[in-house]
């Protein structure tokens, strides 16, 4: 397309692969964002030392220890350059997904979802993460459920990893409607 009839600013795409340790955010964000051409970020890597040891020593993150660390990531999904990113980041509760959204407000959401016994297993299973399974309850507890305005899709984590990110690519593409990309 010639430079005149090329829009002046390219459509970027925000998405946070969302939920509870072990669902599979960063393999599933990895694999989504391949599928879609996407940049990707872990937002573990952009927790501070402190939260790192904190978790690592079985405590989890109170809300004013974990908001620094949500507004970094929303800084990255601020900055993200056009086709997008996917950022694999909890994101377990509203206030947090609003954080994100305070910062970039086009971020679509997919909630990975399973039951207990399927994540602890894959917990057990999972080598050199900071995140001890013994915190798999805590999350549990603090997992909200994302409302219906919140521009989240839930996809259920059973299945092979391209399996769900297909689902999700799939369901981020209803969700954005008629001749979206």
């Known amino acids: 397309m010639p430079p005149a009839e090329r829009p002046a600013t390219e459509p970027v795409r925000r998405i946070v692969v969302m939920g509870v340790a072990g669902a599979g955010k960063t393999s599933v964000g990895v694999a989504l964002a391949d599928r879609l051409g996407l940049d990707f970020i872990d937002a573990d890597d952009l927790h501070p030392p402190a939260n790192v040891e904190r978790m690592r020593a079985g405590r989890a993150l109170t809300d004013a220890e974990r ?6 990531v929303g800084t990255a999904l601020a900055d993200a350059r056009a086709p997008g990113v996917v950022i694999a980041c909890s994101s377990l509760r509203r206030a947090h997904r609003d954080r994100l959204r305070a910062a970039a407000p086009d971020t679509a959401f997919v909630a990975l979802e399973g039951d207990e016994a399927l994540l602890r297993e894959r917990l057990g299973g999972r080598v050199g993460h900071f995140m001890p399974a013994t915190l798999l309850a805590s999350q549990l507890d603090a997992y909200e459920v994302p409302d219906a305005d919140e521009r989240a899709v839930r996809v259920g984590v059973t299945g092979g990893v391209d399996e769900i990110a297909a689902t999700a690519a799939s369901a981020l593409d209803r969700m ?3 001749g979206a990309t």
């Open 67 to 72: 908001m620094p660390w949500l507004d970094l």
């Open 176 to 178: 954005a409607g008629p």
